[in-house]
């Protein structure tokens, strides 16, 4: 599927490569969205920076943020 962020039109494709177009929010809007919701919601807009795995567990974004910290962790732990 191709894919076209509906906030600056970065165009991305994603899984098998379809003549099909969808709308969505590209990685970097996502963050800069994402980033807006925590300081609205009074956090500290952290989405993202961490350079290891973040110790705010009971984060909403936790998962989505810590997600390729974790794959490197396990692909470090492989090696
Ligand atoms: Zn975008």
Do not use: P
């Amino acid at each position: 599927m191709t894919y076209i962020c509906i906030k600056c039109r970065t165009i991305w494709v994603s899984g098998d490569h379809t003549s099909e177009y969808s709308g969505g929010l590209c990685e970097v809007c996502t963050t800069d969205y994402i980033r807006d919701r925590q300081k609205s919601q009074g956090f500290h807009d952290c989405f993202k920076k961490a350079i290891e795995l973040c110790s705010r567990a009971g984060c909403s974004y936790w998962l989505l943020c810590n997600r390729e910290l974790n794959t490197a962790t396990s692909m470090c732990a492989e090696t």
